[in-house]
C-alpha cells in the first residue's frame, strides 16, 4: 500500500525542517507530496517558509547558506536530500525562482540556450525552443532584443520557458504572479495549465494569489509560520472558511480584524 | 608641429596600447564571469613568463613548445584558483573576493620571488630588435606581434562568447541564483574563466617579458591593465581593445608633451588621470554594461 502511493507521488517531502545559518528555524516539518502529472500549490502568506519549502526541494538552499537538518525528500523514488542543485536539475527537477531573474543582458534565445543540459544536440534544443515559442508566441518577436527589457509578463514567460529548456519532469514555480497584472496571470497560468496536459508535466506553484491558484491546482497546502495547516483538494480549500477569510478576501470589516488575529494564532500553536 | 614625430608617437601608442589590451582581456574575462576585478591577473601574467622561461630553460624545451606547454600549465592552474579558493566563497560579498584575489597576487610574487629570484631573465623570443620603417616612422617589431596577439585573442573570445559555453559563462556573469536554478555549473564556469584568463596571462607575460625581462615588475602591469578594462568597461572586450588603444595613444603622446613641463615621469600621471576620471565620469567605461532599470 505505501509503496503504491510513492509510486504515485513524484515528488515526496517528509517533515522536513531547514535551517538557516545553523540557527534559523525557516520549516519546521514540512511533509507535501506531489502526485505524477497534477498540479499543486503551497499557499501562505508572507514569510511562512513557502519559499524556503521550494529551495529544499530545489537544492538551491545551499546559496543561501541553509540545510535540511530533519526529514528527507524522495523524487521518483530516490532520496535526493543530499543531492546537489545541478544534479536534481538534471533527474528532472527545475525551479523557477522569484522576482523572475532572467539574464538581463543576454537575449530571450540566449537565456534558452543558457540553460540548455550538457550534451543536448543543436537540433534537440532547437527543437525545444520551438516548442517553448509555441507555447509563448509573444516572446518569438522579441527573442533577439535584451531581456532585460522585456515586460514583466514576457520576462516571467521566458523564465518559465528558460526552465522548460531543462527538460523537467517537475516544474516549481515560486510568485509567478507577482507584480503582474490580472489578464497577465491568467494568461499564463492558462499556458501552465495546457503545459501540464500536454505533457504530463507535475507542477508545484508557491502562490499568495490563492485565488487564481486554486483555479488551477487539484490540491493545495496552506503553510503558516514555516508548518503545513491545512490540506485539501482544491474544491475543499476554496469552500473552507478560514481560506475564505484570509485568502481569497470574503468582505469583512475592520471589526473582525481583531478576531482575525486570534484566529491565526491558533494556528501557530 | 613635426607631424612624422608626432604620427609615429601615435602609431606606436597604439601598438603599445593594444599590448595593454592583451593585458586587459583576462581581466575581463574573469569579471565577465564572477562581476569581480582580478587583482591577481599581474602575479598570474608574471607566473606565465616564468613558466614558460622555466620550460623553455631549466626544461630545455624549444620555445614553440614551451608556450602552448605554458597554456596549459596555467589553464590548470586557473581551474586549480577557483577550486582551491574561490568554490568556498561563493555567495559571499565581492569584497571578500577581491581581497582574495589580492592575497593571491601577493602569494604568486612571494612564490615566484623565492623559486626564481629577483633577477631579470630575458625572453629571447628571437625577434628581430630592427625597427621596422614605415616611411619614415619607426615601429618596434615586438609591439607589433604582441598587437597582432591581441587582436587575434579579441576575435577569439568574440567568437567564444556566441559559443553555448561563452553564453552560459555571461549568464552566470548575470545571475549566479538564477544560473543554479537551471543546472548551470556556476562553479565550472568561473574556473573555466580563471583558465582562459591565466592563459591570456601567458601570452601577456611572453610578450611583455620580451619587452622588459622577466622579473618582479611584471605584475605592476596590474596598474595599467586595470585602468584599461575600467575604461573599458570592465565586462566588454571589445571596451578593453579600445580602451588600450586610447590609454596608449593618450599616454604616449601625452607624455611627450607633458614631459618637458613636469620634467619626466608624466606617463603614471597620465594613467592615474584615466582611471580617476573614468571612474568619477563614467563608471561603467565606454562599453560597460549598465545595470537595467525598467521604467
Request: proline share 3%; charged share 20%; aromatic share 6%.
Amino acid at each position: 500500500m505505501q509503496e503504491k502511493v510513492e509510486a504515485q507521488n513524484i515528488l515526496s517531502m517528509n517533515s522536513v525542517e531547514v535551517l538557516y545559518d545553523n540557527v534559523i528555524l525557516a520549516i519546521k516539518g514540512v511533509s507535501v507530496q506531489v502526485p505524477k502529472g497534477e498540479m499543486i500549490a503551497l499557499l501562505g502568506s508572507n514569510g511562512a517558509g513557502k519559499s524556503t519549502t521550494l529551495k529544499a526541494i530545489s537544492g538551491l538552499l545551499k546559496a543561501e547558506r541553509g540545510r535540511i537538518s530533519r526529514g528527507e525528500i524522495t523524487f521518483q523514488g530516490t532520496d535526493i536530500t543530499e543531492a546537489p542543485a545541478q544534479k536534481r536539475v538534471e533527474m528532472g527537477i527545475c525551479h523557477v525562482i522569484e522576482g523572475r531573474r532572467v539574464f538581463e543582458h543576454l537575449t530571450p534565445d540566449e537565456n534558452l540556450t543558457a540553460a540548455a543540459p550538457r550534451g543536448m544536440s543543436r537540433s534537440t534544443l532547437n527543437a525545444e525552443k520551438d516548442k517553448i515559442y509555441a507555447y509563448f508566441p509573444r516572446l518569438v518577436e522579441r527573442k533577439n532584443s535584451q531581456a532585460g527589457y522585456l515586460s514583466g509578463g514576457e520576462q516571467q514567460m521566458l523564465a518559465i520557458g528558460r526552465a522548460l529548456v531543462t527538460q523537467p519532469k517537475l516544474l516549481m514555480l515560486d510568485e509567478p504572479s507577482l507584480g503582474l497584472a490580472p489578464f497577465l496571470v491568467e494568461e499564463i497560468f492558462g499556458i501552465l495549465q495546457k503545459i501540464n496536459k500536454d505533457e504530463g508535466l507535475s507542477v508545484l506553484l508557491v502562490e499568495q494569489n490563492a485565488l487564481a491558484a486554486l483555479e488551477i491546482v487539484s490540491q493545495g497546502y496552506l503553510i503558516e509560520n514555516g508548518r503545513v495547516v491545512m490540506h485539501g483538494t482544491a474544491e475543499a480549500l476554496k469552500s473552507n472558511s478560514d481560506i475564505q477569510e484570509f485568502y481569497l478576501g470574503g468582505g469583512e470589516t475592520d471589526f473582525h480584524n481583531v478576531k482575525h488575529y486570534s484566529r491565526r494564532k491558533r494556528w501557530l500553536s | 608641429m613635426d607631424w612624422v614625430f608626432l604620427s609615429e608617437l601615435a602609431i606606436n601608442g597604439v601598438l603599445t596600447g593594444l599590448l595593454y589590451s592583451l593585458f586587459a582581456i583576462g581581466l575581463v574575462l574573469i569579471y565577465k564571469a564572477s562581476s569581480v576585478p582580478n587583482l591577481a591577473q599581474g602575479g598570474l601574467t608574471m607566473v606565465g613568463a616564468y613558466v614558460v622561461l622555466a620550460l623553455a630553460r631549466d626544461v630545455g624545451l624549444p620555445l614553440w613548445l614551451a608556450i602552448p606547454l605554458a597554456a596549459v600549465v596555467m589553464f590548470g592552474l586557473g581551474f586549480g584558483i577557483e577550486r582551491v579558493a574561490l568554490r568556498r566563497l561563493a555567495g559571499r560579498p565581492v569584497v571578500m573576493i577581491l581581497m582574495l584575489t589580492l592575497g593571491l597576487d601577493i602569494f604568486l610574487r612571494g612564490t615566484t620571488l623565492a623559486i626564481w629570484g629577483g633577477t631579470s631573465r630575458s625572453m629571447e623570443l628571437g625577434v628581430s630588435y630592427d625597427p621596422l620603417f614605415l616611411g619614415d616612422i619607426f615601429i618596434s617589431r615586438i609591439h607589433l606581434v604582441g598587437a597582432g596577439v591581441a587582436l587575434a585573442l579579441f576575435v577569439a573570445f568574440m567568437l567564444f562568447f556566441r559559443t553555448r559555453t561563452g553564453i552560459k559563462l555571461r549568464a552566470i556573469a548575470d545571475d549566479y541564483m538564477a544560473s543554479w536554478s537551471v543546472g548551470i555549473s556556476v562553479e565550472r564556469g568561473v574556473g573555466l574563466s580563471w583558465a582562459l584568463a591565466s592563459v591570456v596571462a601567458v601570452a601577456a607575460g611572453v610578450i611583455w617579458g620580451e619587452i622588459q625581462g622577466v622579473d618582479q615588475a611584471l605584475s605592476l602591469l596590474l596598474l595599467k591593465g586595470l585602468t584599461v578594462a575600467v575604461l573599458g568597461g570592465l565586462d566588454s572586450i571589445l571596451g578593453a581593445v579600445i580602451a588600450g588603444i586610447i590609454l596608449g595613444v593618450v599616454e604616449n603622446v601625452g607624455a611627450d608633451f607633458l614631459d618637458p613641463l613636469v620634467g619626466g615621469g608624466s606617463r603614471e600621471l597620465i594613467v592615474a588621470a584615466v582611471l580617476i576620471l573614468t571612474v568619477m565620469i563614467r563608471p561603467h567605461g565606454l562599453f560597460g554594461r549598465h545595470d537595467i532599470e525598467r521604467v
